[in-house]
C-alpha cells in the first residue's frame, strides 16, 4: 500500500494496481516490445509463474508524497530510443496523475534490450 498525504487527508493506492496501470501504459506506447523483469525477486517470480507478469520491470519508491518510478523496457529495433523514452515518460505522468491523483517525482526508463 502506498500513502499519500494531501490537503484532504491520507489516501492509500494498492502498490499492485499501481504496477499493473503503470506496466499497461509503457507497454501501450510505440515501439516497447515488452517489459523486463528487475531484480531478485521479479526474475523468480516470472521464472515460477511462467505467465505474463502485471509487475514486471516496474519499481516504485516512495520519495516525501511522491513518486519515483524506474521501467526496465524492450524496444523495437531501429526505432527512436529517445523519443520512445520521452513518450513512456509523458504517458505515465500522465496516467497517475488523471487516473490515480498521484504526483510523480520521476519516471526514469532503461533500455535492456532490443528485438526485430
Known amino acids: 500500500m502506498i500513502k499519500i498525504n494531501n490537503h484532504i487527508g491520507t489516501i492509500g493506492v494498492s502498490a499492485r494496481y499501481l504496477r499493473s496501470l503503470i506496466s499497461q501504459t509503457a507497454e501501450s506506447c510505440f515501439g516497447v516490445a515488452g517489459m523486463n523483469?528487475?531484480?531478485?525477486?521479479?526474475?523468480?517470480?516470472?521464472?515460477?509463474?511462467?505467465?505474463?507478469?502485471?509487475?514486471?520491470?516496474?519499481?516504485?519508491?516512495?520519495?516525501?508524497?511522491?513518486?519515483?518510478?524506474?521501467?526496465?523496457?524492450?524496444?523495437?529495433?531501429?526505432?527512436?530510443?529517445?523519443?520512445i523514452s520521452e513518450s513512456i515518460v509523458h504517458k505515465v505522468s500522465y496516467v497517475l496523475t488523471e487516473r490515480a491523483g498521484i504526483e510523480l517525482d520521476s519516471v526514469n526508463v532503461f533500455v535492456d534490450g532490443m528485438v526485430n
Do not use: F, W
Not at 509487475?55 to 526505432?79: A, E, S
Open 37 to 83: 523483469p528487475y531484480g531478485a525477486i521479479q526474475s523468480m517470480s516470472s521464472i515460477v509463474k511462467k505467465d505474463r507478469a502485471e509487475n514486471k520491470g516496474v519499481i516504485i519508491r516512495q520519495n516525501d508524497n511522491k513518486l519515483v518510478i524506474d521501467l526496465h523496457i524492450t524496444v523495437t529495433y531501429g526505432m527512436n530510443i529517445n523519443a
